[in-house]
Nanobody, 119 residues
Framework: VQLVESGGGLVQVGGSLRLSCAAS????????MGWYRQAPGKQRELVATITGGGGTTTYADFVKGRFTISRDNAKNTMDLQMSSLKPEDTAVYYCMVNFWMGGGLFGSWGQGTQVTVSP
């Protein structure tokens, strides 16, 4: 499974951005999906996840109420709507999926998209 993120950019504090992740390849095998982020000098951290059917979502405490994760299995895409952005949201955001192959569960990552929130 290959992933390509888009939608990053520069935004002012309090603004909004919508990130998208497009999957290709053996997309029928995709299970859960998620967004992670990594700020300079920090470890990569989980932002939000969504189950295969899209029925269950989870969020890190620091984005609850501000970010919304969604997916469209017909289009093999996943989005992250980000609102009320803060300078500390500045990071490279990565799309990640779990997919089944040969009876095992594997992970695949996108290349990342930069989000910069200016004060």
């Amino acid at each position: 499974v290959q992933l390509v993120e888009s939608g990053g950019g520069l935004v002012q504090v309090g603004g909004s951005l919508r990130l998208s992740c497009a999957a290709s390849g053996t997309t029928f095998s995709i299970n859960a999906m998620g967004w992670y982020r990594q700020a300079p000098g920090k470890q990569r951290e989980l932002v939000a996840t969504i189950t295969g059917g899209g029925g269950t979502t989870t969020y890190a405490d620091f984005v609850k109420g501000r970010f919304t994760i969604s997916r469209d299995n017909a289009k093999n895409t996943m989005d992250l709507q980000m609102s009320s952005l803060k300078p500390e949201d500045t990071a490279v955001y990565y799309c990640m999926v779990n997919f089944w192959m040969g009876g095992g569960l594997f992970g695949s990552w996108g290349q990342g998209t930069q989000v910069t929130v200016s004060p």
